[in-house]
């Protein structure tokens, strides 16, 4: 490709300068589209305006043993010189917004309850709250005479996180085969994968603040999703990839648009944490799981997905073309695949798969923020190097396992925000035990 | 070292290029021992998912010899130039390089201990000048250690030399117009020059060449065939992987075929050439083809033409190319050599013109 | 709009102590990916592990400047062996993913507030400066327009730039630096050559990595406090930018894309904020003015690799990928 006349490859490269700036203007148009809306309107049931001038918040739901809201009750939350106070409101909603991430000291006043409701007993008050990764820190309160809260032995605690794990994992899943599929067709690392996760949850948000149903914003945002995934494709990597351009390269140019599209969203939804509609629900009994419906139909949801994925690709035409071109692309070519358009519906899933995974991860933190993407990509990007980078099913293992894990440290006793640096630590140690992954392939040499 | 022991000469007295004692120690056979081995492997296999690529029971390189180690594609020669040189591990088994085992034994520490290998796929460091290239090979610069290389005092003067060194082979390999260029400028053929000259810059006792000839334009091959002849000269042992028929016959001392993983045939290249064996593995289902004579190897070409699998007229026709055969009957040289028993019928069956289509599907 | 305060504060970036530590950090940098090949995109957690491991030393342990100094160096070669001994045998990507985790790591475990006493957590640690600026041997007074303290780091920190340039300009004309350049190109090349490759790149790992270590604490110094949430992986992308700036594989690149990245930034802000104040701009306000600097790195960032992977100084040939 470097040999090209100058002429030619002049030309070229103006074509590829429009196409990008074409990214970036439909990029940026897309998020104009979204921008107004969701600067005007407040997100359905948090955040009181203290929520707005600060990044972070605690946040909670007051509700009584009999699930109806306790209004009016106020909270207050200090640390160091720093105290926020916030009253529940009619729905029982409560948030104050701090300054920084830490650990503070969160006093519900009882003497504002309504006549008859009581702390549930055991319930300590005020009590040391801690922020993990996330900038909404929930804390529960529970009410009700008579009513104990109690102390979870060691092996409720293990199953509810164990499932918590899973349905985290799965959700990885479905952000990790996009990228995992992405790899083995083009053999790029797409570090912009975090933003597509992003973009899935910020497009529900807007369209939902647009005041169009709920269903419609979902599907309105997968097919944004998909749509990024295409333009991006077509835009961007075809022609690098026509280029010749190599396999590192991309990878930087993968993190300049991650930086760009990061901050493009930041642009628009600003930096402060949102909510989806029904984000709060509080957790319900399956036989001996506590697990909160959001968090079942996320688990529900991605274990579909994955399902469906997985017959595509081992029983369809197009499956088998797509795996034939994770094999060995000239060959596929060679073979009568349309290498670029097999490519291009990878891109697409990936990009509407990735934003399904930003929707559930938007409930499973709760929250909706502009860097919520890039702060799980490093655990995707765990799932699939543990699975084997390129393989399809070795990221859906590795994802699982990630989720889980990510899970189970605060049951073994690491700190909450430390939950993270065991996920990655993992994938440090098998790299180091089979640097392959656990289903990748070895290369040849010579 | 020890392997020489039991010589009753002294290797100085020796001249390689014309040295004709025996090479193997006894009968001659697949996997048969070497009166001289500098390189034994002991039931090294390798597999990859399903396939056996490499599994020698038993293989010996003899010493101040050209080996060549020729097969049909896939036959796991260059997995096997893997194995011997530390690049891949295999699944099992041993071997040793001048008596000592190499099990476990990195890439690197093989190559210090003498034994450098090229590649089939060449690498050459593009970014980095042709005489640059060659200095990389240099094994006795001081200045590669991290502690002396920032006084050039230490290490200028050993630049010196090996520049000189990397001039004269240069100027051999016919690059020395191209010593100041990108290695990455470099067309095909001249990549495998200088990996070839670069490898010899390390002063190995034993040079593995991965298709060395492979896109090397005729006109030069001539003389690199000397200069790999002249190896012999400077006491180095060569091993190499070639499909060009012509070459092999040309220089090699010793032949080793391969098929399918296995060693199936071994000898004097004139010999390894008439092994059934050896048919078989290159032909395959044309195994019942009388090869023996040119005639007969004529009209299977025309046959084998029509058929796409057929590596007829192909780069990689090996044996069965035409101009070697040619070759062969122009200048019928050696005692046997124009026997009319030729081919695979040499090994069992005397009689000529009506062979059965044999046993030999077992090969496959 | 007051272009001659925009211009004198953008001229100010050039010689500024943070462009110093960024030049210093991406010459590290351009030893592990110019030279050496190494996609290392964990320099953030090399700087960290510098500015923290100073800070500590200096707080916790009260030793003077020189041992905290030492104690930096040497956690980071510590920080460099234990990152290269499990990922310097993978390939290059699997090379990139382990080293952004674990600087990731590493700002976790500077954010925790297990470890408040020590680090600070989200706060950081602050007042550990004390003993450097003891040594200006400047009196106070006014020295170009600065005062003396400002005028001791940047003295201080650029000539440890200089002394770092020449360094690594001596290593790499020389065999050693011939062998890491082989080693970018082809490892499996100069393996079969006899080189020990992992010894090599652990030895290049080393030494960006002391080198990011030392950008770290030339970061820290002038502002007198360090803070987890400046070393994110962004840190690392920014020294990218300015590695590709500059040119990969050249000594001076990073000093000039390092320059080049905080003059652009600083006049690009300037602008924009003037145009904001003159309300020639309505429809951004200065927070989202400060956001557009990110977007601005992550196109150039994009733009240069596909258009200009060689930087201003790099020479196209001598890349170290086609
Ligand atoms: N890393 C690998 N992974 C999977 N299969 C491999 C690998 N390396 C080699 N093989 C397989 O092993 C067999 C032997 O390959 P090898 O490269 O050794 O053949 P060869 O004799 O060198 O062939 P050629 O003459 O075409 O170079 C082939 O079937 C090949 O597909
Ligand atoms: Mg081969």
Redesign the interface.
């Known amino acids: 490709?470097?040999s090209t006349p100058r002429g030619l490859s002049q030309r070229r490269?103006g074509r590829?300068?429009k196409v990008?700036g074409a990214v970036?203007a439909a990029v940026a148009a897309l998020l104009l589209i979204v921008a107004p809306a969701s600067q005007a309107t407040s997100p359905s049931p948090t955040p009181s305006p203290s929520a707005t001038t600060f990044q972070n918040s605690i946040s909670g739901f007051l509700r009584g043993d009999d699930r109806a809201p306790i209004a009016d009750v106020t909270i207050t939350a200090k640390k160091d010189d720093f105290t926020g106070t916030a009253t529940s409101s009619a729905n029982g909603s409560w948030t104050i917004g701090v300054p920084?991430?830490?650990?503070y000291v969160v006093e519900l006043d009882e003497s504002t309850l309504p006549e008859g409701i009581k702390l549930a007993e055991g319930q300590e008050n005020p009590r040391e709250v801690?922020f993990s990764q996330t900038s909404n820190l929930s804390v529960i309160f529970a009410f009700g005479e008579g009513i104990v809260v109690q102390q979870q032995d060691f092996g409720q605690n293990l199953i509810n996180r164990l499932v918590a794990g899973l349905s985290f994992g799965l959700l990885l899943a479905l952000a990790s085969v996009g990228l995992s599929l992405i790899f083995g067709t083009t053999g790029l690392?797409n570090f912009a994968h975090g933003e597509m996760v992003t973009l899935g949850a910020v497009l529900v948000f807007a369209f939902n603040a647009m005041n169009l149903p709920f269903w419609l914003a979902i599907v309105l945002a997968l097919l944004g999703g998909g749509l990024f995934g295409y333009v991006q494709d077509a835009g961007l990597w075809k022609p690098?990839r026509r280029r010749g351009?190599?396999?590192?390269?991309m990878?930087?140019?993968s993190?300049?648009?991650?930086?760009?599209?990061?901050?493009?969203i930041?642009?628009f939804f600003g930096g402060a944490t949102q909510q989806l509609p029904y984000a709060q629900s509080s957790e319900i009994q399956l036989g001996p799981i506590s697990i909160s419906p959001n968090n079942l139909w996320s688990l529900v949801i991605s274990a579909v997905v994955i399902a469906i994925l997985g017959i595509v690709l081992l029983k369809t035409r197009l499956g088998k073309a797509t795996r034939a071109v994770a094999d060995n692309p000239a060959l596929a070519a060679a073979s009568g695949i349309d290498v670029d358009s097999v490519i291009r519906i990878v891109w697409v899933t990936g990009g509407m798969l990735a934003a399904l995974g930003g929707i559930l991860w938007a409930y499973y933190r709760p929250g909706v923020t502009f860097d919520m993407g890039?702060q799980i990509l490093?655990l995707i990007?765990?799932g699939v190097?543990l699975g084997g980078?390129g393989t399809v099913w070795g990221a859906l293992i590795g994802s699982i396992i990630v989720g889980i894990f990510v899970e189970l440290t605060t049951v073994f006793g690491l700190?909450a925000?430390?939950k993270?640096?065991g996920a990655?630590?993992i994938?440090?140690?098998v790299?180091?035990i089979r640097?392959q992954g656990i289903l990748g392939r070895r290369?040849r040499?010579? | 070292m020890s392997t020489q022991s039991e010589e009753p000469r002294t290797s100085e007295e020796v001249n390689y290029m014309t040295d004709t004692r025996p090479i193997a120690a006894g009968e001659i056979a697949p996997g048969c021992k070497k009166r001289d081995p500098i390189v034994v492997a002991e039931n090294v296999t390798r597999s990859f998912g399903g396939i056996n690529a490499v599994d020698v029971e038993y293989l010996e390189i003899p010493r101040h010899k050209i080996t060549a180690l020729i097969g049909p594609n896939g036959a796991g020669k260059t997995t096997l130039f893997n194995l011997l040189t530390g690049f891949d591990t295999p699944n099992s088994g041993k071997w040793q390089f001048e008596g000592n085992s190499l099990a476990g034994v990195s890439s690197y520490k093989v190559a210090r201990m003498g034994m450098v290998r090229t590649f089939q796929l060449t690498k050459v460091m593009g970014k980095l000048t042709v005489m640059e290239n060659m200095r990389l090979g240099a094994s006795h610069q001081s200045g590669e250690r991290l502690s002396k290389a920032l006084f050039k005092g230490i290490w200028g003067g050993q630049e010196k030399k090996i520049t000189e060194e990397a001039n004269v082979l240069l100027a051999k390999f016919k690059l020395d117009a191209k010593k100041d260029d990108y290695a990455a400028s470099l067309s095909g053929g001249q990549r495998k020059l200088l990996e070839m000259a670069r490898s010899l810059m390390v002063q190995p006792k034993l040079v593995m060449l991965d298709e060395p000839m492979a896109g090397v334009n005729p006109a030069l091959t001539q003389s690199l065939l000397d200069h790999i002849k002249n190896l012999k000269a400077e006491g180095m042992t060569v091993l190499f992987v070639e499909h060009d028929m012509h070459m092999v016959r040309h220089i090699a001392d010793w032949v080793v075929v391969m098929a399918e993983g296995k060693i199936v045939a071994e000898g004097p290249p004139a010999e390894v050439m008439k092994n059934p064996a050896v048919i078989d593995a290159y032909l395959g289902a044309h195994h019942d083809v009388d090869l023996g004579d040119s005639e007969g190897i004529k009209e299977l070409a025309a046959e084998l033409v029509a058929d796409k699998e057929s590596i007829v007229g192909t780069e990689n026709a090996g044996i069965i190319s035409l101009d070697v055969v040619a070759a062969e009957t122009d200048e019928p040289k050696g005692p046997g050599s124009d026997s009319p028993v030729r081919g695979r019928r040499s090994a069992e069956e005397p009689n000529r013109g009506e062979q059965p289509p044999s046993t030999a599907k077992d090969t496959e | 709009m007051d272009f001659g305060f925009i211009f004198s504060s953008a001229a100010g970036e050039l010689f500024s102590p943070t462009t110093a530590a960024y030049a210093l950090a991406t010459l590290g940098l351009a030893v592990h990916f110019g030279y050496a090949g190494l996609l290392n995109f964990g320099q953030a957690g090399f700087m960290a592990v510098g500015a923290y491991g100073f800070a500590i030393s200096t707080l916790t342990f009260g030793v003077p400047f020189f041992v905290g100094l030492l104690i930096a160096v040497v956690c980071s070669a510590i920080f460099a062996l234990l990152l290269g001994i499990p990922t310097l045998r993978l390939r290059a990507d699997y090379l990139a993913i382990v080293t952004i985790a674990a600087a990731e790591i590493v700002r976790y475990i500077v954010t925790t507030n297990q470890l408040t006493a020590i680090t600070g957590s989200a706060n950081g640690l602050a007042a550990f400066e004390g003993d450097f600026y003891a040594m200006n041997p400047f009196p106070p007074g006014s020295y170009m327009g600065m005062n003396n303290r400002d005028f001791f780091i940047r003295i201080v920190a650029w000539a440890v730039v200089a002394l770092f340039c020449t360094l690594v300009w001596l290593l790499m004309r020389s065999p050693w630096g011939r062998v890491l350049k082989g080693i970018r190109e082809d490892e499996n090349a100069v393996r079969s050559l006899g080189k020990n490759v992992y010894a090599y790149k652990m030895q290049a790992l080393i030494i960006g990595g002391v080198l990011g270590a030392l950008a770290g604490m030339i970061f820290t110094l002038p502002r007198g406090a360090v803070q987890p949430a400046n070393y994110g992986t962004e840190l690392t992308f920014f020294l990218y930018t300015c590695l590709l700036l500059g040119g990969l594989g050249t000594v001076l690149g990073p000093v000039v894309g390092a320059m080049i990245f905080w003059v652009v930034l600083s006049l690009t802000q300037g602008i924009l904020y003037g145009l904001i104040e003159s309300g020639a701009i309505t429809w951004l306000n200065t927070v989202q003015a400060g956001q557009l600097r990110y977007i601005l790195v992550g196109v150039a960032l994009m733009l240069l690799m596909i258009f200009r992977p060689q930087g201003v100084l790099g020479n196209k040939k001598e890349l170290a990928f086609a």
Request: charged residues 10%; without cysteine.
């Open positions: 490709m470097r490269r590829l300068l990008v970036f920084t991430q830490g650990t801690t690392t690098l351009t190599g396999l590192v390269p990878m930087i140019v993190i300049g648009l991650a930086l760009a599209v990061r901050y493009v930041q642009f890039s490093l990007f765990a190097t980078l700190a925000d430390l993270y640096v990655l630590f994938m440090i140690i790299l180091l640097p290369e040499v010579g």
